[in-house]
């Protein structure tokens, strides 16, 4: 065996040196590749000297094959490492990395708004329908029968003097009350049935943080046989509870509406201090919520019911006070000023 | 109103019961009681003194020093009242004592004099607000030392009542109606004030008339003589006080005393005054005045009634006396006026006359004409006991309809079972005695025919308008009963789905898409619309033919800037954009709030037109659904059910036969952006901006028909103002054509299916400079009913495609007519011959358009006549493999021969493109 180092030793541990080198300096993947490129690609400095091969002595070729092969075998180990080593270093550097700042406020998603009106009334529709209630809509521009008539209030009534009532030209006015859709839900559904009718009334009188010209109420009605006081008394401590998703004791005092007999205020459990009393139930522990009673008989006659087969309870929520109580609003004027920002305070989970 | 429990107790034993607890039980079952007063609470220490001598205070002017008799001693105390003097008998409170009204008595000095004590006014015992001077014991009796609250009945218990909770009850107006309650309730019985022993005479006190025309039902008279007018007992006056009724003599004290008992308000003339001793009620004459008791002169007219004299006018009917015929010091005769008057009318004249008194807000309540006859007796009485030298000198006169006809007793057909089912009860809980009982303690007349069947007669009191029915008789015995005994009952519930109309889901959906989708903010406005805003913005809304559209006017408006309906949505929403821009928004937009997106869904309000009214037949007369159906059967069957006074109202529904006006459901829609400058009225908006918030606009209207599952909405220029594209359909009620706020050249109808349901317009160039902030508004203005009944696109669940798309983009340079939707129509067309499935959408459009209005055929004047880039993205597909580099040049060669066809693109463009 031959003893004496070939001319080629040198340029192969000159290759190598320099490979070896760059490849321990490449600090990122990307310089590794180039790295790896210009050792390894076609025109890369280890290919160069595997092409030389031909050009040696038949007899130099094996030696020199094992030689270069070893090279390349030795440059692609070392950069595999290489890779290693700086894909871990990488992750560990982030990973120790704690810089991040984990407390900065979110960009907001273009979301819109919905008006707190409509996400009550929806609410409550959603609360009616699952206790199976229909759902109705009824005109705002009403007849003079269907609102007053209709509903037993006589021509000598005060609610129908001009101060209550927008009149139009065109003699009819603007529902006072949804209680004006009552007789057209008697005659759209078969009895027995069960509905509400949500929507905008309008009163004529002056405005205030308490008082407004237009407001939005929800009218319930339920009509079948041998209905009692003690069915409303139920029904609306069952369905208190669901609109304010808490246990609500209720109790009636009597109250005169024409169109209920006998007719009653409901008065809820205070929802602030639970019964013992405190300023918003005036010390009382009750505070009044809504109007209702028992169908007034000539009402059922009105919509084509025979009272002597059909009896009904019927309540009016105020949609916008239940609107105010539940969010803190404290002038009515809010609800329909038109102010984009007084909503942008409400979210369109609708 | 106050109800004073010493008074009910006068009336009721209510011995062992407290009347602070009571007051729970009585709101539950008669009326609500709003507060309850403790008169008199801390006045223990108070005493009864007498004045023995006055003399001046050395150092000061208006205070004087009394010498006050105690009984067990004589103090002097400091007193600045006027009316001090010998011989009163006042109140005297010592030191250490901190009365009602807050004012703590001291030992001290008053300017130097020293005064342990003081004589206290009725302000500072805290019975009333009156301060002027002391409270003078007169009609007492009492040892001086002797405890005022001993001497004089002045401790009280008031439950202040909730007058809304009573209106309906004009028995419940006075004391006894209030303490026949409290007996049923209690089960006592009720102790009926006097009217026994009067001597009325035969003579007429008066010549008396009552015209039949009149508001007065009945009219009682009788005449006095001897009266000597003086100050009422202290007792009377602190009674009167404490009720809120200020004491003014025993003669009138003695009316107000018998209204608080009975309701019933009274009326005393001066008899010397009554000229020519003649009394008719009758209307008043157009024109004729009268000056009340309060001094000022009222103008009548022919809806008032008047109380006249020979001469004229002395009394206002139900709502207070004239001045020419009061009680003064030196009245000796006095007649009587115990009436009853029309409740409609006595409002209407004291509200027209802004003059609600303690007697029209009485009278209003349409009271009893019994209780007038029980109230003159109740005043002899009294006036009597008040002015004991005073004679009766007459009869008591009564005339008027109720005593010429006097009305048949409301007598109640029912039965026991029907009673009780209403409420919920069975036999055992509402026995048949309980119920007599409780019915004859309200003096309902109880007769039982057989074992069920009750006739009930109805005591004149309740007659009328409150009780006529079984249900009234329900109410009575449930709240004596008391509803919080009754148990609830769980309804039977039938298990069926409840109907929901497709309208509810629809507003659901779409305020989603709205709020969710677009980023927009909803709002809730009011159905009126600004006629000012309208005014300086120039809004009205015509038709096809230019002519304006009409709109429907409030009779009565709560402000001239306020009259009418709103037929479009938009016009509020416009308004609202115009105030939200001057604010400001949260500015979470992105837009640090110089924009603003919102929308409201509601009605709107079109009047019908009534010659037109064969082409709607639906329309809503207003009527019950019977009587609206034209079936001659059910409308008969219909009204025989009815009794008289629905059936009244039926008929002049039917006689008059409006129809209700259409209310469209819309939902509007305004994106707007402020601008800077503008001047003279005229403001311009980068033909960007313009473009973009047109666009947001019109993807808000695609999100909605998506979200609605509706067909894409189909936008279109109106071919002449007015005039729907052709192919296009309306119906009633829609969208007006031509608002205000409609830019002729930038805006575009919504079809949908080929139906009219909207329009989406950037404002007119006008609009634009009107509002009080330069901006550039959207408006979107869409009709959810007619978009409601167009059919909806069925949603499937296809498989995604397998195998990847293949996209590429190409920009066009096109003329300025050029339309995206033909565009769009014709490449989709070229690029589908070529491959199986290929979507087409416009990626971006740029103008290269002089800002601020150049001109639009050369914008940017450097002669290139084709100034707007659009880029398409075509993303090809194939249903059985993927893409391959030959089918991707297939579509493009496709789509760049028919680009180098459309007239609207740069020509040559396309072999450009492909070298």
């Known amino acids: ?350 | 109103m106050f109800v004073s429990w010493n008074w009910i107790s006068e009336l009721v034993d209510t011995t062992g019961v407290d009347p602070k607890a009571f007051a729970d039980r009585f709101t539950l079952a008669v009326a609500e009681i709003e507060g309850v007063v403790d008169v008199a609470a801390g006045l223990d220490q108070v005493v009864v003194a007498d004045v023995v001598a006055v003399s001046p205070h050395p150092n000061a002017d208006k205070l004087r020093l009394a010498d006050c008799d105690l009984g067990h001693a004589t103090v002097r105390v400091v007193c600045g009242a006027p009316d001090l003097r010998v011989g009163m008998r006042v109140p005297f409170v010592p030191p250490g004592v901190t009365l009602p009204s807050g004012i703590e008595v001291r030992h001290g000095e008053v300017r130097g004099v020293p005064s342990p004590g003081m004589l206290a006014s009725e302000a500072d015992l805290g019975l009333s607000e009156e301060h002027a001077g002391l409270l003078e014991l007169h009609g007492c009796d009492a040892a001086p030392g002797t405890p005022l609250c001993d001497a004089v009945p002045i401790r009280d218990v008031l439950y202040e009542i909730d007058n809304k909770s009573i209106t309906h009850r004009p028995d419940l107006w006075g004391h006894l109606g209030m303490a026949r309650e409290v007996a049923a309730l209690l089960d006592r019985p009720l102790l009926r004030p006097s009217t026994e022993g009067l001597a009325f005479t035969d003579a007429d006190p008066v010549s008396l008339g009552v015209s039949p025309f009149s508001a007065c039902r009945r009219y009682l008279c009788a005449r006095f003589e001897g009266v000597v007018v003086a100050p009422s007992p202290v007792a009377v006056r602190l009674r009167l006080r404490s009720l809120g009724v200020r004491p003014i003599s025993n003669v009138v004290d003695a009316t107000n005393l018998v209204m608080l008992e009975t309701g019933n308000p009274l009326h005393a003339f001066d008899a010397r005054h009554v000229r020519g001793d003649a009394i008719t009620v009758r209307q008043a004459v157009e024109g004729e005045t009268l000056v009340t008791l309060d001094g000022v002169s009222r103008g009548l007219t022919s809806a008032d009634c008047v109380i006249v004299d020979e001469v004229g006018p002395v009394a206002l009917a139900g709502v207070m006396g004239g001045a020419n015929s009061e009680i003064s010091g030196d009245t000796t005769a006095v007649v009587l006026e115990a009436a009853s008057f029309d409740g409609a009318a006595v409002r209407k004249t004291a509200s027209r006359l802004g003059m609600r008194t303690e007697s029209s807000a009485r009278f209003e309540k349409h009271l009893d004409p019994e209780t007038a006859h029980l109230a003159a007796l109740r005043f002899a009485h009294v006036l009597l006991r008040l002015s004991p030298g005073s004679q009766l000198v007459s009869r008591l006169a009564d005339v008027g309809r109720h005593v010429d006809a006097p009305p048949q007793a409301t007598q109640i057909h029912t039965r026991r079972s029907y009673l009780r089912s209403r409420l919920g009860l069975d036999a055992t809980q509402l026995t048949d005695a309980w119920m007599d009982r409780a019915l004859t303690a309200l003096e309902f007349d109880v007769q039982g025919p057989d074992e069920d069947a009750l006739v009930v007669t109805v005591p004149s009191f309740r007659a009328g308008r409150d009780v006529g029915i079984a249900e009234d008789l329900v109410e009575e015995l449930g709240r004596v009963y008391g509803y919080d005994h009754i148990p609830s009952q769980a309804p039977r519930v039938a298990a069926r789905p409840p109907f929901v109309p497709p309208s509810k889901p629809q507003d659901r959906r779409a305020r989603a898409a709205m709020a969710l989708g677009c980023g927009l903010t909803e709002l809730v406005l009011y159905s009126f619309e600004s006629e000012s805003f309208r005014e300086r913005v120039g809004l009205q809304e015509r038709g096809a033919d230019g002519d304006v559209l009409p709109r429907e006017v409030l009779r009565n408006h709560l402000s001239s800037d306020m009259t009418h309906m709103r037929r479009l949505l938009s016009n509020n929403l416009l308004a609202a954009t115009e105030r939200n821009l001057l604010h400001g928004t949260r500015a979470a937009d992105g837009h640090k709030g110089t924009r603003v997106g919102l929308f409201e869904l509601g009605r709107a309000f079109v009047p019908v037109d009534l010659p037109r009214e064969a082409d709607h037949p639906a329309v809503d007369w207003g009527l019950p659904a019977p009587m609206a159906s034209g079936d001659a059967a059910s409308q008969t069957a219909y009204l025989a059910n009815l009794n008289d006074v629905l059936r009244e109202g039926v008929q002049s529904a039917v006689a008059t036969k409006r129809p209700l006006p259409w209310q469209p459901r819309r939902l509007a829609i305004a994106i707007g952006e402020r601008l800077g400058g503008g001047q003279d009225g005229l403001v311009q908006a980068p033909r960007s901006l313009s473009v973009a918030l047109y666009r947001e606009a019109v993807g808000a209207v695609e999100s909605l028909c998506a979200q609605l599952q509706r067909p894409a909405p189909q936008l279109a220029r109106q071919p002449e103002p007015g005039v729907l594209p052709s192919g296009v359909t309306s119906g009633p009620g829609a969208v007006d054509l031509r608002p205000a706020w409609l830019h002729p050249a930038r805006h575009a109808t919504v079809a949908v299916a080929g139906r009219y349901v909207g329009l989406i317009s950037l404002v007119h160039p006008e609009v634009r400079g009107a509002l009080e902030v330069p901006a550039e508004v959207v408006l979107v203005e869409l009709d959810l009913d007619a978009l409601l009944s167009v059919d909806t696109v069925a949603e499937r669940g296809e498989a995604p495609a397998r195998f990847p798309p293949s996209a590429f983009d190409l920009t066009l340079p096109c003329q300025l007519s050029a339309r995206a939707a033909a565009l769009t129509g014709a490449l989709h067309a070229a690029a589908a011959a070529a491959v199986d499935d290929v979507d087409v959408d416009v990626r971006w459009v740029s103008e290269f358009v002089a800002e601020a209005g150049g001109a639009a055929a050369d914008p940017t004047g450097d002669g290139d006549p084709f100034p707007r880039a659009m880029t398409f993205r075509f993303t090809s597909r194939r249903a059985a493999g993927s893409l391959t580099d030959d089918d991707v040049r297939a579509v493009r060669a496709a789509v760049l021969r028919c680009a180098a066809e459309q007239a609207s693109v740069r020509p040559g463009w396309a072999a450009e493109v492909d070298a």
Not at chain 1, 220 to 237: F, K, T
Request: proline share 5%; with cysteine; charged share 20%.
């Open chain 1, 1 to 350: 065996m031959s003893t004496e180092t070939p001319a080629w030793q040198a340029d192969i541990d000159a290759t190598a040196a320099a490979s070896l080198a760059a490849i321990a300096a490449a600090q990122d993947l990307a310089t590794l590749r180039e790295v790896e490129v210009a050792a390894l690609g076609r025109k890369g400095s280890v290919t160069a000297l595997t092409k030389r091969t031909g050009q040696l002595d038949k007899s130099e070729r094996r030696a020199y094959g094992a030689a270069s092969g070893g090279l390349r075998k030795q440059v692609q180990q070392a950069i595999a490492a290489r890779r290693d080593a700086i894909r871990q270093a990488t992750v560990d550097a982030e990973l120790a990395d704690l810089s991040f700042d984990e407390t900065l406020p979110g960009t907001e998603p273009a979301g819109g708004h919905v008006h707190p009106l409509s996400r009550v009334q929806l609410e409550l529709e959603e609360v009616f329908t699952s206790m199976g209630f229909a759902v109705l809509d009824y005109p705002e521009i009403e007849s003079e029968f269907d609102n007053f008539e209709a509903l037993n209030i006589p021509g000598w009534h005060p609610a129908r003097d001009m101060q209550d009532t927008f009149w139009l030209e065109s003699g009819h006015l603007l529902r006072t009350h949804t209680s004006a859709g009552q007789v057209r839900a008697m005659h759209q559904l078969e009895p027995p049935f069960r509905a509400i009718f949500p929507g905008k009334v309008y009163r004529y009188e002056s405005t205030d943080a308490s008082h407004e010209h237009t407001f939005h109420q929800l009218e319930g009605l339920m009509i079948d046989r041998h209905v009692s006081v003690g069915h409303l008394l139920d029904s609306m401590r069952t369905l208190l509870s669901a609109i304010f998703r808490r246990d609500v004791q209720v109790r009636l005092r009597p109250g005169y509406f024409p169109f209920v007999e006998p007719g009653f205020e409901l008065d809820i459990s205070c929802q602030v201090c639970g019964g013992p009393g405190c300023s918003v139930c005036k010390h009382t522990g009750w505070v009044e919520l809504l109007p209702c009673g028992l169908v007034h008989p000539n009402v059922l006659r009105a919509g084509g019911l025979d009272p002597d087969e059909w009896q009904g309870w019927a309540f009016g929520l105020g949609l916008s006070r239940l609107v105010m109580m539940r969010y803190g609003v404290s002038d009515i004027r809010l609800l329909l000023g038109g102010d984009a920002r007084f909503v942008e305070g409400f979210h369109a989970g609708a």
